[in-house]
């Protein structure tokens, strides 16, 4: 089974953010109803930003690697480039 996290991920923050505008709206619900509602909310927000952060780092680290590989096929020959990798791999 595959799963879209950011359609999940929308769904989930769409709900939360319905529930806090509700909770701040009704004058009937507790403060820490309200609060609950709200930190939930900033909360989403925060695992958002941090994925998006992750991804960010994810794909620069891609770009380096790719660029890496690139100038090593350039520089070296197929002998010292085996060598690199197998040091990079120790390295690890």
């Known amino acids: 089974m595959e799963i879209n996290i950011d359609s999940k991920l929308a769904e989930h923050f769409e709900r939360v953010e319905e529930l806090a505008k509700t909770a701040i709206e009704d004058d009937d619900e507790s403060y820490s109803s309200?609060?609950?509602?709200q930190s939930?909310?900033?909360t989403?927000?925060?695992d958002i930003v941090k994925s998006q952060e992750s991804i960010i780092t994810m794909k620069r680290l891609q770009e380096v690697e790719r660029i890496l590989i690139k100038t090593v096929k350039k520089y070296l020959n197929?002998?010292?480039m085996e060598e690199f990798l197998a040091e990079?791999?120790?390295i690890q």
């Open 88 to 90: 990079i791999n120790e």
């Open 34 to 37: 309200r609060a609950s509602a």
């Open 44 to 46: 989403i927000i925060k």
């Open 78 to 80: 197929e002998k010292e």
């Open 40 to 42: 939930a909310l900033t």
